[in-house]
Every structure is written in structure tokens, then in C-alpha cells.
């Protein structure tokens, strides 16, 4: 994010909002924002004549639009409260924590009332027929379709498909650890969408995916929704503050990632990555992923995540370079490109348009109003 230290007017906000398509954005929807920590408040600099001069702090304007992007998305204070810290912006970290517990805790309270929905439909008992429960919730988000429905990004049986999200409730929402055979853990990979990355290269290097699938039950110990909350509530202050980059990385360049190399290869979910193409419009994951690093660092999986997240903080500067060819005249690109083959003319063109689009940007994206589309 670019220091500024130019202090802004009230209208230096709103034009700000109106050229990136909020021009209905009232002073009373500011006035709440600010109420609610999402804005900060101006400050009093003197007087114009009898009339006071209030001035925001630099970057609001910036800070501004990006407020009102993500809330295209939710309108979850707690939610935004946490996406804003991740992204850099300067909210108490108190704040912060309480709302990161809020959102956890209705996440895991949203669940137990599918559970207890369902225990309740089928006349069982929520705790004692937990299992029949959980299967009976797995078997439907398995087969739904439409819009809310799970990603389908390898094609499996009915059953194996609905075993596989039972053994995931069972793993990320409550913690358990089932009896998994090796041939149900591969399962869930594919469930999961990652198994290409036991096979698939990128750029050369070797598979990501590695060991056997079964290893899947350990992400029990800190990626689970009983285990992310408990790591909310155990990290110091200097573990959140060191948790913020990483999860930055992986909420906001990790996708990025992903779309470049979807671009690069024509693919969307190439070595497995397709589940983080959109984590960056879906505020939510921001508070997942900081619950995500805050639980590997008490569990021993720092390392990787650091080893990652170390990698990711390279794509701003590589996106950066990539921008000029969007500025190069098309007889100098096609110049370029010749002799490289239909191949590398291909990603060429790919990836140009994935500039054009903003898919190397990190989101969210805007949201396409009726009649149009998004850029």
C-alpha cells in the first residue's frame, strides 16, 4: 500500500468514491463507518471564516473505496473489521481479535445448527447419533447443485463423493480425527480439488503434494474450527502481529498466484491450486486464514507457511513488471513474439488479458452492476 501524506477533504473522499462507482455513498453511511471503526474520524485544523475545517488522515480516500468493494461482498462489521487489518490498515488490534472470536464463534455455531437441524428432522439424538448426523448432512451438500452448491472440481461417485465430505466435516468442522484408509484420504484430495498437485509441475519444480494423503487428518490439530478458535484466543498480541503478513500473502497473493497460472496454462485448477482462485473476493477468508497461521504456528507447521507466504511477497513486484506490455503497440508485441512458437504466444495472450481483466490484481473484484459487466 503507497505511504501518502497528503491530509483530505471530506470531498476528496467522495470523489474519490464516485470515480470507483459509488457516487450514491451518503455523509450518514460515512458517519457509520466511522462509528463503527471502519473510517477514521476527521480532525479539527481551524477554521474557514466562521465554518470548521475538518481534515481525514492520508489514505483514507484509498481506504474508503476499499471499504466500500469489500462490502459488495458482506456487510459483516466484524468480518470487514479483520479484512481491513490484514490489508494493512490501522485498526486496534483488541478490535480486531474481538471480531476475528465473533465470526469464528458464528461459524461454528452455524454448523451445530445444521447438525442439530438435521438430528431434529430424523429424530436422533445430536451427540449420541453424531455420526449418522454428520453422514446425513455430508450425503446432502454433496449432491446439491446450483449456485451454493460445493465446488465440483474433479468428477467422483455419489457415494465416494458424500463419504469424502462427511470425513471433512468430521476433520475441519469438528475436529476430529476419523479412521481413514489411504484410498479415502485420496478421495478427499479429489474432493478438494488439490490431487493434481501430486502429479502436475509448475515451471519444472517438483509436485507440492507429497506423502500420503492420510497425513490430511493432522490439519485436525489447527485447522479446524474448534482449533482455529482456540488459537485466536491463546495468541499474544506479538504472535497476531507477526500472523498479519503471512495471512496477507495468502488471502490477497495467493490468488493472484493461481490466476496467473491458470492464465499461463490454460487451466483453472492447474497443479491443484483452483480452490484459492477466489479467496480474495470472499472477505471471509481473512479471518480463516489469520485463525489458519495463528494455529500452524503452535502446531509446527510455521515453516511452510513461512516458506510460502515468502514466495507469494515476490508476485506485487512480478505483476508490476508484467503491466508495461499492456502499454507496448501490438506490432512490437507480435515482433517480440515471433519465433517463440503458438505456445508461448498463447500464454502471452493469456496473460495479457488477465492484466486487462485485473485477475492479477488482488480483490475483491467489483461486483457487475444490472446490464453490465465487471472489468
Known sequence: MPVETQFLRRDDLLRAATSAGFGTLTERQMEEFRYDGLMPRPVRVGNDGN?????????????????????????????LRVVQWVEGFPVALNDVRASATVVMENLAHGLEQIFGAEASRQSLDPVDDKDTVVDSVAATMAAMRGKNALPRPIRLPAGERATAVAHLLQIFGLGTQPDLAEAEAQT?????????????????????LTGPARALNDAADFV???????????????????????????????????????????KANFAGMGGSIEWDS??????????????????????????????????????????????????????????????????????????????????????????????
Open 51 to 79: 465554518r470548521p475545517v475538518w481534515l481525514h488522515p492520508p489514505g483514507s480516500d484509498h481506504r474508503l473505496v476499499r471499504l466500500l468493494r469489500w462490502r459488495e461482498h458482506t456487510k459483516d462489521k466484524d468480518v
Open 224 to 266: 479446524s474450527l474448534p482449533r482455529m478458535a482456540e488459537a485466536l484466543a491463546d495468541a499474544t498480541d506479538a504472535d497476531w502481529q507477526e500472523a498479519r503478513s503471512p495471512a496477507a500473502a495468502l488471502f490477497l497473493q495467493l490468488p493472484v498466484f493461481t490466476r496467473a497460472l491458470a492464465a499461463l496454462t490454460g
Open 188 to 208: 478427499i484430495e479429489k474432493v478438494l480439488g488439490v490431487s493434481p498437485g501430486r502429479r502436475q509441475r509448475v515451471e519444472g519444480a517438483e509436485p507440492w
Open 282 to 375: 470472499e472477505p471471509l477468508f481473512a479471518v480463516i486464514l489469520i485463525a489458519f497461521v495463528l494455529g500452524a504456528r503452535q502446531s509446527g507447521w510455521y515453516d511452510n507457511i513461512s516458506n510460502l507466504t515468502d514466495a507469494l511477497g515476490q508476485w506485487p513486484t512480478l505483476v508490476g513488471e508484467m503491466k508495461p506490455v499492456l502499454d507496448m503497440p501490438q506490432h512490437q508485441l507480435k515482433r517480440n513474439l515471433a519465433g517463440h512458437g503458438p505456445e508461448m504466444e498463447a500464454r502471452t495472450h493469456r496473460i495479457i488479458q488477465a492484466l486487462l481483466d485485473g485477475d492479477l490484481d488482488p480483490g475483491p473484484r467489483p461486483v457487475a452492476k444490472t446490464g453490465t459487466r465487471s472489468s
